[in-house]
């Protein structure tokens, strides 16, 4: 291992570290990132489900991976949040000052959401198979979706990472971070994007979580790939694999830029 690789490693974990015992401080929000996906998925399925042609518990089975994808795409939100309450505060500059890889903090913090994601994503399930939904693929489909979302919620983290360092402000993060919630709502996570009119349904259909939610959907064994679709969604795994290489190499780099540069 290469003394740039070794030290990034070393730092990092020495962040991811910090930003555990940073969650672990503060329970409210950890237990409020756990809870949240599956109060929308009792919410969403039982409620929105009766209004759709779909049976409840087909809808529910259906729902419940658009809800794991919408979740994953939240990590622009806390990402964002955490690295402006960071920066608001004056602790990125006081990290800055540290003999570390200037990569090393935007990773850890990235990381350590990557394991809380990870962890959540565990009781998530369970009311999921509770409700009615089932892995009908085989489980190397299951364990490639679940591999496919957590590197979607690792590539909008670091886009969160990146946008908050650039607003330095927690209330400016926390409006913005709010409306992202419209990102789902623009894919078909929720609802199919058939019935949509044709410019809507381009739009959400080359929606990086249209996408994604397509892919965990047929490795999952939930449903089949739309036929008529946009190529990310006519060819799920391939077109989340390109947006999360090309989400991760765009904010990666001006994630870590933006880090080391600080104010100037």
């Given amino acids: 291992m290469s003394t740039v690789a070794h030290d990034l490693a070393h730092d990092g974990t020495a962040m991811l570290g910090r930003q555990l015992q ?21 919410f969403f399925g039982y409620v929105f489900g009766s209004a759709l042609a779909m049976p ?41 000052t540290l003999p570390v890889s200037r ?25 999921g198979l509770a409700v009615g939904w089932r892995m009908e693929g085989s489980a190397p489909g299951a364990a490639g979706a679940v591999g496919l979302l957590l590197l979607f919620r690792f590539a909008t983290t670091w886009i969160g990472v990146f946008l908050g360092l650039l607003t330095r402000n927690e209330e400016a993060a926390g409006q913005l971070g709010g409306a992202t919630f419209i990102l789902p709502l623009l894919s078909n996570a929720y609802i199919p994007t058939e019935g949509l009119p044709g410019w809507l349904r381009t739009v959400a259909e080359w929606n990086p979580i249209s996408a ?10 939930n449903a089949p790939v739309p036929e008529g679709a946009a190529w990310p969604v006519a060819h799920p795994v391939a077109g989340s694999l390109a947006w999360c290489a090309v989400l991760l190499a765009v904010f990666v780099p001006l994630a870590v830029r933006r880090y080391a540069r600080g104010e100037d």
């Fill in 22 to 42: 940073r969650l672990r401080n503060n329970p409210g929000l950890l237990i409020l990132t756990q809870t949240m996906p599956v109060t929308m998925l009792l």
């Fill in 56 to 96: 409840g518990e087909e809808y529910r089975a259906f729902l419940v991976p658009g809800l794991l994808v919408a979740t994953a795409a939240n990590g622009l939100m806390t990402g964002m949040f955490q690295a402006a309450q960071d920066t608001h505060r004056g602790v990125t500059d006081r990290l800055r």
């Fill in 103 to 127: 990569a090393a903090v935007p990773l850890g913090q990235a990381v350590a959401d990557l394991l809380v994601t990870a962890a959540g994503m565990v009781p998530f399930l369970l009311v």
């Fill in 212 to 221: 994604v939610t397509t892919a965990l959907r047929d490795l999952f064994g």
